[in-house]
């Protein structure tokens, strides 16, 4: 039976990276996206090149009053296009950011980030969790920054954090169920994340650069085929990890 995968976030970056890769080892796709929707009919164009099935939704993750809404859309998607009443792989991997000192944070910067990135994945998984399959897998984007600190990012990399916590509570509550749970924590990346800051500002590209023991920093493509064979038989038994991928960040 073909797997079919949901990425949140999937119209650009990381996620459209992940999309395409966890594709081309033979899943199909169902994709969100908060605004653009032109960018996610794109990755679906992709995918379906590809020969997989995949369909793209819009979904604001940070707004924990449309998951239910969502998961029921989810459910008649599934029966239309699949016959089926599940889906096997969850990445939630939708996310924004937000620079600014703990000095100088406001309070809706830092309510928008956790809901976004703590609280969105903490109830977009429980209202998906009647959907996933028993024996499926959960990937949760986490960040560098849970690890080492660079000046703007603490709320971000708190929010982070959470996510890294939850992640091993849910790989404890779902066992039961075969469902493995880790956490990707990418370094600084090449993408529009914080307005674009690691890939158009030289300067902070080569700070971040010159604390990478590779010597640069990441592109999409660094991340979405290790977050493809995290979901793979290969790796069938990791399971309530935090695995960073960042060339040695800060080593």
């Known amino acids: 039976m073909t797997r ?18 966890i594709a081309q080892r033979g899943s199909d796709l169902i994709l969100t ?13 992709e995918i379906e ?14 707004d924990v009053a449309t998951f239910a809404p969502f998961a029921e859309t989810l459910r008649g998607a ?28 406001t309070e809706a910067q830092f309510d928008r980030l956790v809901d976004v990135h703590f609280k ?17 897998r959960i990937v949760n984007l986490s960040s560098g920054l849970t690890r080492v600190s660079f000046p703007g990012y603490a709320a971000y990399a708190a929010a982070k954090g ?14 039961s169920r075969g469902i493995a749970v880790n956490t990707v924590a ?9 307005g674009g800051a690691v ?30 064979s995290l979901l793979s038989e290969d790796n069938r038994w990791i399971n309530a990890q935090r695995i960073e991928v960042s060339g040695g960040q800060a080593i």
Do not use: C
């Open 78 to 105: 599934l029966r239309r296009t699949w016959q089926r009443d599940t889906f096997d792989h969850l990445v939630n991997n939708a996310g924004h950011g937000d620079h600014a000192l703990i000095a100088d944070t």
């Open 186 to 194: 990418p370094g600084a990346i090449e993408t529009d994340f914080g």
């Open 33 to 45: 996206y908060q605004n653009r929707a032109e960018d996610a009919a794109a990755v679906v164009e």
């Open 199 to 228: 890939r158009d500002n030289p300067e902070i590209n080569r700070v971040f650069a010159s604390m990478t023991a590779l010597g640069r920093v990441g592109v999409p493509d660094d991340i979405g085929p290790m977050i493809a």
């Open 162 to 175: 959470a996510v890294e916590v939850l992640s091993l509570y849910l790989a404890k509550e779902l066992g």
């Open 120 to 136: 969105g994945v903490y109830f977009l998984t429980q209202a998906l969790l009647p959907l996933l399959a028993d024996g499926g």
């Open 4 to 21: 079919i995968a949901l990425v949140t976030g999937a119209s650009r970056g990381l996620g459209r990276s992940a999309a395409r890769h």
């Open 49 to 62: 090149a590809m020969g997989r099935k995949a369909l793209a939704f819009q979904l604001d993750t940070g």
